[in-house]
Nanobody, 119 residues
Framework: QVQLVESGGGLVEAGGSLRLSCAAS????????MGWYRQAPGKQRELVATITNSRTTNYADSLLGRFTISRDNAKKTVYLQMNSLKPEDTAVYYCNADVSTWGLRRGYWGQGTQVTVSS
């Protein structure tokens, strides 16, 4: 069993910053890609950013320059630094990880953390 637990969400004014964290735990052999996705009310879940275990990153074009993804492989944790936040960044942010356990490799999702940006 693998768990992904996000933290760091909350309410922030426009122009502010937040740092999200997502820690993986359980019977993990290896973690490959990790990433952040978000889902705003009434919209589909969308990619925010991903990072490989060698730290190659990929971002949604609209977020490049404001958001930074990073990871600490020893802590099995991925981070999302969000700067210059806008009201349209308001969403539930979900962590995703491609994980191998004993005999199985699959993707896992966290429970989500709410980010609300006030204007």
């Amino acid at each position: 069993q693998v768990q992904l637990v996000e933290s760091g969400g909350g309410l922030v004014e426009a122009g502010g910053s937040l740092r999200l964290s997502c820690a993986a735990s359980g019977r993990i052999l290896n973690i490959y890609d990790m990433g952040w996705y978000r889902q705003a009310p009434g919209k589909q879940r969308e990619l925010v950013a991903t990072i490989t275990n060698s730290r190659t990153t990929n971002y949604a074009d609209s977020l490049l320059g404001r958001f930074t993804i990073s990871r600490d492989n020893a802590k099995k944790t991925v981070y999302l630094q969000m700067n210059s936040l806008k009201p349209e960044d308001t969403a539930v942010y979900y962590c995703n990880a491609d994980v191998s356990t004993w005999g199985l490799r699959r993707g896992y999702w966290g429970q989500g953390t709410q980010v609300t940006v006030s204007s």
